[in-house]
């Protein structure tokens, strides 16, 4: 478990410092067997230190827990997906009030992403949670509307990395249509 933590620590820099996340928005977990270690409500994901994680056994709600503790469970009962990351890049969210699918037009997007749908719902409902498990499910990657990026993998590494795809993704699509290109 000190392994992952360490490795959500380092994380949670590398999304400050490539502006995936601002003030306290954005919550990461980690599954252990039956349990979910996740992020702390209001943790700030560039400054965490092992006091702003929690435990909690799979199923069950803490009111310490990230408010997207919802989300994070239905993810890891839908899926053998070991990590869970969320975050709020400028360019998905943006591009998600206009799109209602991401295609990318750069190589690696397409390699590694392909389609990600745009999912929209009221925050902390069940029904949301549900949309963004059943596309993590098809794809591992997913944008709610107006809200960022939820993406998960075998470890956090790989949940970050797709969330960095599909951002860089985002941000080539926006400054294409920003030439002038509206083929995008």
């Known amino acids: 478990m000190l392994s992952a933590i360490a490795d959500m620590i380092k994380i949670g820099k590398k999304l400050g410092r490539l502006r995936l996340i601002d003030g306290a ?25 092992p006091q ?24 890891y009962s839908k899926t053998d997906y070991k990590a869970v990351l969320h975050c709020h890049g400028v360019y998905n969210v ?30 902390k409902s069940r029904e949301l949670a549900e949309r963004i498990a059943d596309e993590i499910a098809e794809r591992g990657v997913v944008i709610v509307r107006g809200h960022g990026i939820y993406s998960a993998g075998e470890n956090m590494w790989e949940a ?14 926006y400054r294409f249509k920003r030439l002038g290109n509206e083929e995008a």
């Open 25 to 49: 928005s954005g919550n990461m977990s980690c599954r252990m067997d039956d349990y979910v270690v996740i992020t702390r409500t209001g943790a700030i994901l560039d400054e965490l230190t």
């Open 52 to 75: 702003d994680f929690i435990t909690v056994k799979l199923g069950e709600e803490s009111e310490e827990a990230s408010s997207d503790l919802i989300v994070h469970s239905e993810i």
């Open 94 to 123: 943006v591009l998600s009030l206009l799109m209602n699918e991401i295609v990318p037009m750069d190589l690696e997007g397409r390699m590694f992403l392909g389609k990600v749908k745009v999912v929209e719902g009221e925050f």
């Open 160 to 173: 970050f990395n797709r969330a960095c795809y599909l951002e860089h993704s985002c941000e080539i699509i």
